[in-house]
């Protein structure tokens, strides 16, 4: 079984402040990707990698930023955290771009 | 750009009878790849099944789904609904867009009663 681990699991913010969710896998998988679930929305992609030191944007990118330091690392960055950036958060990878994809735990992201 | 549309809202049915899930896709791409993933309460979306041939049933855990390209749809079924079948479903395509993964739906919530 494939997996993908989040940390943390849930935390509270300031707005205007910074925040870092990080996402590990140790599945070998180039892709990773970071997604937002709010209802009424499902989940939307923020950012993807397919590669090492490369990221690129995804549907809503806009106030997030993406790092993949290595294949097995992949955070995703809220420099100035906002109210609307209330949501869960949830890590995904995959071997290729029409494979499947394995989802981490999520993080529950409240800003307050 | 790619879309995907899912039944909306929530489904409430009676344990035991069948259900049907729908879902229609939009895409330019000859070859998309069609998903279902199901995500239990405080649980992480997981996949449930996935198809890119035309016109062929795929099963698993007692569901099953045929991808029909000539109507753009991806229908989720079952004949007989247990409350552990409780959860909220995604339908996703991989389309002309491959490279950045997949769209999903927004999702149904399935509510199975005694």
């Known amino acids: 079984e494939a997996a993908v681990t989040q940390s943390p699991r849930s935390k509270v913010a300031v707005t205007g402040g910074k925040v870092t969710l990080s996402c590990h896998q140790t599945n070998n998988h180039d892709y990773m990707y970071w997604y937002r679930q709010d209802t009424g929305h499902g989940l939307r992609l923020i950012h993807y990698s397919y590669v090492a030191d490369s990221t690129e944007k995804g549907d809503i990118p806009d106030g997030y930023k993406a790092s993949r330091p290595s294949q097995e690392n992949f955070s995703l960055i809220l420099e100035l955290a906002s109210l609307s950036q209330t949501a869960v958060y949830f890590c995904?990878?995959?071997?290729?771009?029409?494979?499947?994809?394995?989802f981490g735990p999520g993080t529950r992201l409240l800003v307050l | 750009g790619d879309s995907v549309t899912q039944t909306e809202g929530l489904v409430t049915l009676t344990e035991g009878l069948p259900v049907m899930l729908n879902c229609t896709y939009q895409?330019?791409?000859?070859?998309?790849?069609l998903f279902w993933y199901v995500q239990h309460l405080n649980e992480s979306p997981r996949l449930l099944l996935k198809?890119?041939?035309?016109?062929k049933r795929t099963e698993h855990q007692g569901f099953h789904a045929t991808l029909h390209k000539s109507s753009s749809s991806f229908h989720l079924q079952k004949s007989s609904a247990q409350l552990s079948d409780s959860a909220l479903y995604y339908c996703?395509?991989?389309?002309?867009?491959?490279?950045?993964?997949?769209?999903f739906g927004l999702g149904t919530r399935v509510s199975v009663f005694p």
């Open positions: 895409t330019i791409y000859s070859n998309p790849f």
């Open positions: 198809s890119f041939t035309d016109n």
């Open positions: 996703a395509l991989s389309g002309w867009n491959y490279a950045q993964g997949l769209t």
């Open positions: 995904a990878s995959s071997s290729g771009v029409q494979d499947t994809q394995y």
